[in-house]
């Protein structure tokens, strides 16, 4: 309970940057180890930011990279990272020696989609205890533009 009292506290002391932030890594770090405890395939978060925009397409390095806000070589990075694990597949494009069409494997769209479930769970878990319409009017918000 002191722990919650505390928490509390820290998070009233933060402005809304930073409290947009630390429940940002919060929630990232609970879905990171729900995967990593029940996977034997580690995946970071990079890795899976990376995934969500390759699922069920088949985009270039460069536009990932582009759409993750990941610099090209970190994105090649992780690319190979998750290839050498048997997540992603690279291809060369049609026509183009230069860009390389990356696309998840089998492996890989069986791992996201078991990944999506733990998200659902705790999506789940925090309407629960915020209310279906304060987790309603979060999203909307979050989904606004913000004029920046």
Known sequence: MIGVIRLKIQYQTLDLIDLISERHI???????????NSSNI????????IMARIYKNQPTISHVS?????????????VKKLEAKGLVK??????????????LTELGELCYEKNEAFKASLIETITNQLGEENVRKLHEILEMDWGL
């Open 26 to 36: 919060s929630i990232r770090s609970l879905c990171e180890k729900a995967w990593n």
């Open 42 to 49: 580690p995946i970071s978060n990079s890795e899976w930011f």
């Open 66 to 78: 582009k759409n993750v806000d990941i610099s090209r070589q970190a994105t090649h990075k992780f």
């Open 90 to 103: 690279i291809q060369n494009v049609e026509g183009n020696n230069k860009d390389k069409c990356v696309q």
